[in-house]
């Protein structure tokens, strides 16, 4: 004979059915649990997250993508799409960021050429791969918009981030961290904690009057304290009111080193040197090629190898057509002056290709081509005769 259970509303339920009653109540209870515990700390995790990929998408979205052919650079449609308007809504800055965002946080990125040439960054997007075909890619959706086509993989650029997904790795660290920082931060609110203590003489019913009265008088002297520097409370006749203060003083220290060393491990996930991150001024120089090496140039040679497979033929590309990225520099021609007349004057490089590495176009004259060799890099005999000469 089935088991059956009442149900309080007086209906009768089955046994499979009570408990996938119950099982949906109780997941509802687990998931109302975790969101409530998520919200109460997951800015630490915001935080951790935003600093250290807005620091790399600032870095990015300050690069010029020149294309290239051979040594000279074409300023044509795609290049004006690159470096100023992608879209119509969006800035060359503001597209380059959310690249690396959506990049790094969703371990990928796809962006579709619209019929108006306009590059767009889809929100979401389903793939299908294939082992000997090219991969295809189906409802894709930008902002409100879903495009009903079908991409082929040659069609779009798609990058994806060599790392594991960085939002399932943050979210098995941030089980670790979250659960201290909770912890500690819910220590810190009770230290320094005001109590407050009401002694009230006599006994009063629920149905008193006096109740109501007392509690309004409570929280009058609550709002008075808490909202006011210098309150003022008349006493009551048999009414009491004492409040009692931890003498431990209030400290966001510990709270600072959790939050820190969370950071500090989404760091050196991405690749970004954690005293940098500080704004440590000690050796910044170094620090900062670093960065650029190990957490920056990696990306933009993903970025470069996409856009050369996607935006050129085999044939162009081999005939030397390509994009080429020129970074943001962590010295200016200044610093490095002494570097490059050094350079130019043991006839190592020519003065355009010495132009080029300093991010500045070539020059049309002939005397930069050349190769030139100051007297005190020549050898002996050279510069004698060269004396004689003179």
């Known amino acids: 004979m089935p088991l059956i259970f009442k149900e309080e509303g007086g209906g009768i339920l089955g046994f499979l059915d009570f408990f996938?009653?119950?099982?949906?109540?109780?997941?509802?209870?687990?998931?109302?649990?975790?969101?409530?515990?998520t919200t109460n700390k997951i800015h630490m995790k915001k935080l951790a997250i935003q600093i250290?990929?807005?620091?790399?998408?600032?870095?990015?979205?300050?690069?010029?993508?020149?294309?290239?052919?051979?040594?000279e650079i074409i300023k044509d449609e795609l290049y004006y799409r690159l470096n100023?308007?992608?879209?119509?809504?969006?800035?060359?800055?503001?597209?380059?960021?959310?690249?690396i965002h959506k990049l790094i946080v969703d371990n990928e990125v796809l962006?579709?050429?619209?019929?108006?040439?306009?590059?767009?960054?889809?929100?979401?997007f389903s793939r299908t791969e294939y082992a000997v075909f090219e991969d295809s890619f189906k409802d894709v959706t930008v902002k409100n918009y879903t495009f009903n086509r079908t991409?082929?993989?040659?069609?779009?650029?798609?990058?994806?981030?060599?790392n594991e997904k960085l939002s399932a790795l943050l979210d098995g660290l941030y089980t670790d961290y979250g659960e201290l920082f909770g912890r500690i931060l819910e220590f810190q609110k009770r230290k320094g904690q005001i109590r407050g203590v009401v002694?009230?003489?006599?006994?009063?019913?629920?149905?008193?009057?006096?109740?109501?009265?007392?509690?309004?008088?409570?929280?009058?002297?609550?709002?008075?304290?808490?909202?006011?520097?210098?309150?003022?409370?008349?006493?009551?006749k048999g009414f009491k009111y004492e409040e009692m203060q931890n003498g431990q003083s209030q400290s966001v220290d510990e709270v600072n080193k959790v939050t820190d060393g969370f950071l500090d491990q989404v760091a050196r996930a991405l690749g970004i040197p954690i005293v940098l991150l500080r704004g440590d001024m000690a050796d910044v120089e170094n620090l900062t090629r670093n960065y650029m090496n190990f957490c920056i140039d990696p990306l933009l040679k993903k970025i470069k190898d996409e856009l050369d497979g996607k935006l050129f033929e085999k044939d162009e590309y081999l005939a030397g057509k390509q994009i080429d990225i020129k970074r943001i520099s962590y010295s200016n021609i200044f610093d490095v002056a002494t570097a490059v007349d050094k350079l130019r004057a043991s006839g190592t490089v020519t003065g355009n290709e010495l132009r080029e590495e300093?991010?500045?176009?070539?020059?049309?004259?002939?005397?930069?081509?050349?190769f030139f060799m100051t007297k005190n890099y020549q050898e002996s005999s050279q510069a004698l005769e060269g004396g004689e000469n003179e």
């Not at 962006?111 to 979401?124: H, P, Y």
């Open 20 to 37: 996938k009653t119950r099982n949906r109540e109780l997941e509802f209870m687990l998931d109302f649990d975790l969101i409530e515990e």
């Open 52 to 71: 250290c990929i807005d620091m790399i998408g600032r870095t990015i979205s300050q690069s010029v993508f020149r294309v290239k052919n051979g040594n």
């Open 84 to 99: 100023v308007r992608p879209n119509l809504n969006m800035t060359a800055s503001m597209f380059w960021q959310t690249l």
């Open 111 to 124: 962006v579709i050429k619209a019929d108006n040439d306009d590059l767009l960054i889809a929100d979401s």
């Open 151 to 162: 991409f082929k993989s040659s069609e779009v650029i798609y990058l994806q981030y060599t």
């Open 199 to 236: 002694d009230v003489e006599g006994i009063y019913d629920k149905s008193d009057k006096n109740t109501d009265r007392i509690q309004n008088y409570i929280n009058k002297i609550y709002k008075a304290y808490s909202e006011k520097s210098v309150a003022v409370v008349p006493q009551q």
């Open 358 to 370: 300093l991010g500045l176009e070539r020059a049309d004259d002939p005397m930069l081509d050349k």
